[in-house]
């Protein structure tokens, strides 16, 4: 079966920089699955994968603009230290967790800190990177109903919900 509309598509997969450095996969590569054409891959990856067949590889470079986008310098901000908890010790280069006000989790890392303030980055830490994909298709079906109408009424982060009842 070929990779299409309403199918399940299982997939091993690496993803490197241009750099040579592996983000995700490598010795032991990477395995996702998704219904093609529901919006769970980038769109310009998933171009790549249709008409695919099980043992099919294939190398996709996706842009920035393509992949996490660019970096978008209003995703900068700097904070008052003061603003931290109590106690949390702040380091350039580290990963941080916090939620927004409806209590979505948000990620940020610090750029920059001195005794006053630090420089958050909320950008994907992928931003603004060329992404190498080496993709394997290990299986392709159809997908059941109920795969189907779960993967229509889930929440798109920044573009609302089909049906859910998470979203405001």
Known sequence: MK?????????????TLDSGEVVEGGEQAARYSFIFETGQIFPALERKLKDLEPGDTTEVTLAP?????????EL??????????????????HMYRTVDSRGNPMYFSVKE???QEALLDFNHPLAGKT????????????????????????????????SCSGCE
Not at 76 to 93: A, D, Q, R
């Open 3 to 15: 990779v299409g509309a309403n199918t399940m598509v299982e997939i091993e997969y690496t993803v």
């Open 65 to 73: 603009v393509e992949a996490f986008g660019e970096i978008k310098s």
């Open 76 to 93: 900068m901000k700097k904070v008052p230290l003061s603003e931290f908890p109590p106690g949390l010790e702040i380091e350039i280069g």
């Open 113 to 115: 800190k001195d005794e």
């Open 131 to 162: 992404l190498h994909f080496k993709v394997l298709i290990t299986n392709v079906r159809p997908a059941t109903s109920e795969e189907l109408a779960k993967a229509s009424s889930r929440c798109m982060p920044n573009e609302g919900c089909s």
